[in-house]
């Protein structure tokens, strides 16, 4: 967690990342339950140039406090949150 106490949430918005999915995350803060919200701090980056490392799989890409969670979806992404929060 940051130093606010939130869990930080970054999306890439990369062109490959928006092009394999991305799009569909554009609206996250829509879809965290309402219990979590104030949890959770958001930020949209242009580019976490992830997609250059095939470490990680496949585009695209989000981090939960440093995390990376590739083939990212609005579902994993919300588990992720619950995992981080609920232990």
């Given at each position: 967690m940051e130093e606010s106490g939130k869990i930080s949430l970054e999306l890439c918005?990369?062109?490959?990342c928006f092009v394999m999915g991305a799009s569909k995350?554009?609206?996250?803060?829509?879809f965290i339950p309402p219990q979590y919200k104030n949890k959770v701090d958001v930020k949209a980056h242009?580019?976490?140039?992830?997609?250059?490392?095939?470490t990680y799989m496949k585009a695209p890409f989000v981090k939960i406090d440093g995390e990376i969670i590739s083939e990212a979806t609005v579902e994993k992404v919300i588990q992720a949150i619950e995992r981080k929060i609920n232990g």
């Open positions: 918005f990369g062109t490959t995350l554009q609206d996250i803060e829509s242009t580019c976490l140039d992830l997609c250059k490392n095939s």
